[in-house]
């Protein structure tokens, strides 16, 4: 049963690449989500998705965009990456927006 | 600014004693609190929660205890075992933006033979 599965788990970027962050959900959630963790913070939600088509900013959407064509895929972009962006991203999925969410396993990501 | 705050980064325990686990908020809209348990290298995993119109919500050896006019919140493990040390989130939300979770920072529990 897989669940939240994210891609990569590790990724080193230079200042000024683009890339995209990969998140699959097999229990056919309506809504998903992005978060970053940083050290000595709790997670912030970058963006979130209440359904496929339809995606809403966060607390910190700045430097971010965000796909949301099929139920079960949310991708996280980065346009242009920064050193500010180097952190854990994780992707979580729920039913809808007021049922506990599930969590995949984190991208770690960074950026020299 | 933080309105959910773990302000124990560690608690250490011995294994069969209780682990009491700590969370403040500062959002008086928030009505839906909820703990998550995370593993090194693995996602968050949801643990227990508790809606304000409530004021304690118990799942096994997890109890989640809410006392909203001093808009504290914590959570009791007991006995504590040693596949309990974990970091702990705290996280709320409130009824006018439901999936907006604000967490706290964390706290990091290990349990001791």
């Known amino acids: 049963n897989a669940g939240v599965t994210q891609t990569p788990k590790f990724q080193v970027l230079k200042t000024g690449q683009s890339m995209t962050l990969q998140c699959a959900q097999d229990?056919?959630?309506?809504?998903m989500y992005w978060y970053r963790q940083d050290p000595g913070m709790g997670l912030r939600l970058i963006y979130y998705?209440?359904?496929?088509?339809?995606?809403d900013k966060g607390e910190v959407p700045n430097g971010y965009n965000v796909s949301r064509l099929k139920k079960q895929n949310f991708l996280l972009g980065l346009e242009s990456a920064a050193p500010s962006q180097t952190s854990v991203y994780f992707c979580?999925?729920?039913?809808?927006?007021?049922?506990?969410?599930?969590f995949g396993d984190g991208t770690r990501l960074s950026i020299l | 600014d933080q309105q959910v705050k773990q302000n124990s980064p560690s608690l250490s325990v011995q294994e069969g004693r209780i682990s009491i686990l700590n969370c403040d908020y500062t959002?008086?809209?928030?009505?839906?609190f909820l703990w998550y348990k995370k593993y090194p290298a693995e996602g968050p995993t949801f643990l227990i929660s508790?809606?304000?119109?409530?004021d304690k919500n118990e799942d096994g050896r997890f109890t989640v205890f809410l006392n909203k006019s001093a808009k504290h919140l914590s959570l009791h493990i007991v006995p504590s075992q040693p596949g309990d040390s974990a970091v702990y989130f705290c996280?709320?939300?409130?009824?006018?933006?439901?999936?907006?979770?604000?967490f706290g920072a964390g706290t990091t529990v290990t349990v001791r033979a």
């Open positions: 996280a709320a939300r409130g009824r006018s933006n439901d999936y907006k979770l604000s």
């Open positions: 229990m056919n959630h309506n809504s």
């Open positions: 998705s209440a359904s496929e088509g339809t995606t």
């Open positions: 959002n008086s809209m928030f009505d839906y």
């Open positions: 508790i809606s304000s119109i409530k």
């Open positions: 979580a999925s729920s039913i809808n927006s007021n049922q506990p969410q599930h």
